[in-house]
């Protein structure tokens, strides 16, 4: 396994194997085998594009020649930030073949985030559109290049100036193409990004073995096969959209991806009605948008079957929406790019999909629901989620420093949420001890945004937290402490954003103030502040 990464224990390993869950087949062979099985059906679509699965094969091993070309090798480390396009795919799937490992990037991060996952991954290559959203990529690439010495190249889909692009790079493979020994499956395939807690984002390594369970796992859950239409709404970057089962699931299933360059109702809803979409994941805050503008979009939605929201709480009454007024099954999905999955299903009676956050993909999933010492609550008591199991990590990449804080000495993955188990094994998320702020779906860590206000030479002291926003959950409130001359919100502001921070990161509410509560023992009482927010924007 690629050094730095935690492996399961051997037992625990050869279990996983025995049970079937762990079948040693990679995800470059994976596609391969796709291919001669789906060979002409459409695998992606994305503006005009359409691909193959053949297709998407082809370019999935020109360009892991060409990668290797330019002296890309196996286990190398690449930075990917690509939007929803087919790209997106034949790159992941290139890497995948040379055994190199992709570090998956969302499209909202900037220059400090780039930055900081080169570094920290020791990444050669950095793979980019040239432009999406308004936002020209290219740019970053100069700074990461700047700021990353491993950094070999930057490869870009559209135009390059400057640097490689990925149009140049296929390569043909005919008699004298370079070979590489075949990927292990028990290696990592690909790092996920943590929403967690601390002051710079972990890297959580994903192998062959483990992630490919998860997908063809959650396939079947799902329920999906060769008609499934899967709009991919949300970033594919990131663990719900490519995995749950997302695009990765589909493809397993030899349906159809349909890249969607934006989630907003004006760009996915004509693409629902033209290429009569099935099934497509959402965050609530998208959710919510969707309903109401599903009334009186003038698109046909029918082909809808299933919506699948996760990533942070839907709210029951919202969630009793969804059937009435889309016309589609709800589906709620509890997870985390450490692993652990939980769905409700379509078999259950339709309460559990109204009222809960599912329950875990695998009967080898075990679940802990412990109090603050560590010992397990009374059933249907709540309690932080303690799991371990066939696809949740046992370690960060690199992550000693916070091995004791996320696991326990036995293994366990400590999710930070609270929950309470249901006699049927569904659990429903009623709180969270981490300290992140969940703007619908996106985590922001106040560790992180707190040292990056610390940098400020106005700032003596800062505590972030999260306010209760009834349409995307929280909001994320700064509570700055300032030396004197005391900084304006503003400044601070447009300081975070100079730093190079992702701008759902930046705090929606910055309050500048005369002391911070304290606790028993003198830390920043959070808790505190928290409700002195509660009680400012509940007065008249
Ligand atoms: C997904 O993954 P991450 O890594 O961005 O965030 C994980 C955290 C969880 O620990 C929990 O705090 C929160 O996001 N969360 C939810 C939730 N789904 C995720 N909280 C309440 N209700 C839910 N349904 O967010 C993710 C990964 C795979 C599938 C789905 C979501």
Aim: proline share 7%; net charge negative; charged share 25%.
């Amino acid at each position: 396994m690629l050094e730095h990464c935690t492996p399961w224990p051997e037992e625990a390993a050869a279990r996983y194997r025995a049970a079937g869950y762990w079948t040693g087949e990679t995800f470059g062979a994976l596609l391969g085998r796709l291919a001669a099985e789906h060979g002409d059906r459409t695998a992606v679509v994305s503006g005009d594009d359409r691909w193959s699965y053949r297709e998407l094969d082809e370019r999935a091993t020109r360009l892991a020649a060409g990668l290797h070309r330019i002296g890309v090798r196996p286990r190398d480390r690449v930075v990917v930030q690509l939007p929803n396009v087919a790209e997106f795919l034949e790159t992941a799937f290139a890497l995948f073949r040379l055994g190199a490992i992709p570090v998956f990037s969302l499209p909202a991060h900037r220059a400090n985030e780039v930055v900081h996952l080169c570094r920290h991954a020791e990444a050669v290559a950095y793979v980019i559109a040239d432009r999406h959203g308004g936002f020209d990529y290219r740019g970053l690439a100069r700074a990461a290049l700047k700021e990353a010495p491993s950094l070999r190249h930057v490869l870009v889909a559209g135009d390059a100036a400057e640097f490689t692009p990925l149009d140049g790079l296929r390569t043909a493979v005919d008699g004298d193409a370079p070979s590489w020994p075949e990927a292990d499956p028990s290696d990592v395939a690909l790092f996920q990004l943590s929403g967690g807690t601390t002051g710079t984002p972990k890297l959580i390594p994903r192998t062959h073995d483990d992630y490919l369970y998860s997908v063809r796992a959650s396939a079947e859950i799902c329920g999906l096969d060769a008609s499934t239409v899967y709009l991919a709404a949300l970033p594919v970057a990131h663990n719900f959209p490519m995995s749950s089962p997302g695009v990765f699931g589909v493809l397993h299933a030899g349906g159809r991806v349909v890249m969607a360059p934006q989630p907003a109702p004006s760009a996915a809803f004509p693409l629902i009605e033209s290429e009569r979409v099935t099934l497509t994941a959402l965050v609530p805050p998208l959710a919510l948008l969707w309903m109401e503008n599903a009334a009186r979009t003038p698109h046909d939605l029918s082909s809808l079957r299933v919506l699948q929201v996760g990533g942070a709480r839907l709210s029951d009454e919202a969630a009793g929406r969804v059937h009435p007024v889309l016309g589609c099954t709800l589906q709620q999905v509890f997870g985390m790019a450490e692993g652990l999955v939980c769905y409700t299903r379509a078999d259950e009676p339709e309460g559990y999909a109204l009222q809960t956050q599912g329950r875990p993909i695998s009967e080898a999933d075990e679940i802990r629901v412990v109090d603050e010492n560590g010992e397990e609550v009374l059933p249907g008591e709540p309690g932080e989620l303690l799991t371990r199991g066939p696809y949740t990590i046992r370690g960060y990449y690199k992550g000693e420093e916070h091995a004791a804080s996320a696991f326990t000495p036995d293994g366990f993955y400590r999710t930070g949420d609270v929950v309470r188990r249901l006699p049927s094994g569904h659990l429903i998320v009623t709180g969270r001890e981490k300290d992140l702020i969940n703007r619908g779906g996106e985590k922001v860590s106040a560790e992180e945004v707190e040292n990056h206000l610390l940098a400020h030479p106005g700032v003596r002291d800062a505590a972030v937290v999260g306010v209760p926003d009834a349409f995307i959950g929280e909001r994320s409130c700064a509570f700055v402490l300032p030396r004197d001359p005391a900084p304006a919100a503003a400044e601070l502001r447009a300081f975070l954003r100079e730093r190079g921070l992702a701008a759902y990161k930046i705090p929606d509410l910055m309050h500048i103030v005369g002391e911070f509560p304290v606790t028993g023992v003198g830390k920043i009482s959070k808790r505190d502040l928290r409700r002195a927010l509660a009680q400012t924007l509940t007065r008249p």
